[in-house]
């Protein structure tokens, strides 16, 4: 990817955004974001920005990046973009505004509708219920999705403080990342959960370890202040 993205051709801004979504995988997101600011539209350049910002807790950049990335899709008559960005904002307000939550998840339905896009229809599904979609993401043969819906029941189980099941999410968890891909999604459970991680992680963050940590922290903890009705 590196060689076809340094000789400029055709395909380079798709080996660009390769590189982009393999260090993002991979944790390394300094990396990732560097190779997000080279990115055209063509090349999904604001989505990959909204996809490497949620992971640091950095909600409200995340948010604005999809939506102008959603806005660009629209400028452009691209409605399978459009309905990407969409969701992605759709999982993004799930975690930070419930309230607004079925507004975009219920536009995300219907900018999917008329497209055939598995990934993103369960991807959209994960805004709504996290626990019934193992099976489906299997049966589907997508187990890159597996982490997500665990970390949004680690979330769900954090606020609720269900120690037992958010414990039984973080082991499902570190299984389903022990191969090292999406790791960062367990460091986010335990920042969420306000535990140590059990060991050094490779995960290479934007800002300080710490900060992320204080993000996830403060995410959970206003959600639980909330009245009870307003969950």
Known sequence: MRYVAAGGGRLAPQ????????????????????????????????????????????????????RDGRAEAEQHDAPGKRAIAQTRLALVTAFTDPARADEEIGLARQYLEPLDQRATVLLNHVAVRAALLRTQIDVAGLPWLIPLPETALAFHHTIRGDHDDLAATITRLRDATTGGDFAYYLDAAHFMAGLPLPSPSATRWLDSKDTVRNRWRTLVTERQERPRSAR
């Open 15 to 66: 080996a660009q955004r390769g590189i982009a979504n393999l260090a993002r995988i991979a944790g390394d997101f300094p990396t990732a974001l560097a190779a997000a600011f080279t990115l055209t539209w063509t090349s999904r350049r604001h989505r990959v920005r909204g996809d490497i910002l949620w992971p640091q807790g950095d909600f409200t950049a995340a948010a604005q990046a999809l």
